[in-house]
């Protein structure tokens, strides 16, 4: 017997449905309204409070993180999710085929340098390690769906050359200002794009220094999306942020193309979030 306060499947149906419009609309550029798109979803649904409504986003947040699809900023991936949930967002993929075209559109769209007005707004704190959540809910959706179909929109948009010069160059800039705000114009002058001028195998991408004018090896990884979504890191980079865990930097970019914000990872990166021993994917 059903619990209580289980989501019958019409209710879990219109969820999904109203999610991924949302999640196409912002894709696309286009405008929308989340209050209005909850109160409208709301009379759909038997006495669901906004709360519990608000954990559904999250799960279907998670479900899209395990597919390598991206997500709608402010819905952050939350696991232990129904199974019925994860079948319904792939049955509506599978019978939405333009979900797929559009998320493709909108990892390959070239980015320019954004024109960020204070700096000073730009780092933020990480997002929270969530890997034993992470794990846990991987067991699950695989059981629960075994012909699932990874999509690659993560993978993808990491490959996207123009957004990761671009991220690159801003850094350059929120690192000269970081400096010159210190007092140490000298340093600042010092800072060089290394990927650009020793190529990009080094492990890094930005020479840039401390205060103290020890040098501050810094690995840029940029998205367009939400402050959780994954990045991959290649073998050289991993190994090089092992052994530099001192001096190394993983500046992470996130939601670049709207509001760019930064975080900050010093170190080993398997201490921060859990790394794929194979894809060297990095996930919160």
Known sequence: MARPDSWSEQEVFATVADYMRMLTLELTGQSYNKAEHR??????????????????????????QELGCVWICGYKPRSNY????????????????????????????????????????????????RKSEINEA???????????????YVAREARNAALGLAGEQLILEYE??????????VLANKIEHVSSTQ?????????????????????????????????????????????????????RLFEFKKSPKLFALQGDLKLHCRLDPVS???IF
Do not use: M
Request: hydrophobic residues 40%; charged residues 25%; aromatic residues 10%.
């Open 138 to 152: 991987t067991k699950t959706y695989s059981a629960a769906t075994n012909q699932a179909t990874k999509r690659d």
């Open 82 to 129: 129904q199974q019925a949930l994860a079948q319904c967002i792939e049955t509506w993929i599978n019978q939405h085929p333009e979900f797929d075209q559009i998320s493709l559109a909108a990892v390959t769209q070239p980015a320019v340098l954004p024109d960020v007005q204070d700096f000073s707004r730009l780092l933020v704190a990480p997002p929270t390690s």
């Open 39 to 64: 109160r409208k979803l709301l009379a759909k649904l038997n006495n669901r409070s906004e709360a519990a409504v608000e954990l559904k986003h999250q799960n279907i947040s998670a479900v899209l």
């Open 199 to 251: 190529g990009d195998g080094l492990g890094y991408d930005v020479l840039s220094f401390e205060e103290s004018g020890k040098e501050r090896f810094i690995e840029v990884k940029t998205t367009a999306f939400a402050k959780e979504t994954p990045f991959f890191a290649s073998r050289n980079e991993v190994n090089f942020a092992e052994a530099r865990a001192e001096q190394f930097y993983l500046y």
């Open 280 to 282: 060297y994917v990095c």
């Open 176 to 185: 000269d200002y970081r400096l010159r705000q210190a007092g140490k114009k």
